[in-house]
């Protein structure tokens, strides 16, 4: 299992609660799948540097976790159906 970091920026007018369950729902889908979630943190709220979907800023959070393949395909999958995702980055860490 390799370690991977996902960082995606929310919809600036989420509440606390819908960016919580926001938190959960990714968080579900990589433990579901066997992976494991090694760090989640929440950046806030912050200015982009340029506009995304007519929004000027957005919830910043960041996730290191253990996955696999197929986790993989399904969390992508996720993150481009939620309507509350504005973008994601996703990608591999090295070996330390």
Known sequence: MRTYELVFIAQPDLDEEHLNALNEHVQQVITSRGGQIVKLELMGRRKLAYPIKKRKE??????HAGME??????????????????????????EA
Do not use: N, P, Q, W
Not at 69 to 91: G, H, P
């Open 58 to 63: 957005g919830h910043y959070v960041l996730i």
């Open 69 to 94: 393949m197929a986790t993989i395909a399904e969390l992508e999958r996720d993150l481009k159906l939620s309507e509350d995702v504005l973008r994601y980055l996703l990608f591999r860490l090295d």
